[in-house]
């Protein structure tokens, strides 16, 4: 059984920050990417980081704009299967629920990851001004 757990989620106010993390089962990461897709109410889902299983990573600037980092455990060849997002200065556009996700290859889009790919319960993210 696939199974993307995610912990870290929470409220915090402007300015703050906050580590996702997401550790997945049940699939080989060999060969994909997993990360993060986020979609805020009366919002279209949006992808935010993606990390491939060399450790590549691949961020949307919109999103980002150099606030968060992607990694993954630092296991050999990520034996864990875990991936981390440090998001630092948060603002209150950023809240949303996080998704961890992996996109079914080469695809990156939110439609696709969803549909096609894995995909997690989602973690809320709530910033305050």
């Known amino acids: 059984e696939v199974q993307l757990v995610e912990s870290g989620g929470g409220s915090v106010q402007a300015g703050g920050s906050l580590r996702l993390s997401c550790t997945a089962s049940g699939f080989s990461f060999d060969g994909r990417e997993m990360g993060w897709y986020r979609q805020a109410p009366g919002k279209a889902c949006e992808l935010v980081a993606l990390?491939?299983?060399?450790?590549?990573?691949?961020?949307?600037?919109?999103v980002v704009k150099g606030r968060f980092t992607i990694s993954q455990d630092s296991a050999k060849n990520n034996a864990n299967n875990t991936v981390y997002m440090q998001m630092n200065n948060l603002a209150p556009d950023d809240t949303a629920v996080y998704y961890c996700?992996?996109?079914?290859?080469?695809?990156?889009?939110?439609?696709?990851?969803?549909?096609?790919?894995?995909w997690g319960q989602g973690t809320q993210v709530t910033v305050s001004s």
């Open positions: 996700a992996a996109p079914p290859p080469p695809s990156r889009s939110c439609t696709g990851a969803r549909e096609f790919g894995y």
């Open positions: 990390i491939s299983y060399d450790g590549t990573p691949y961020y949307k600037d919109s």
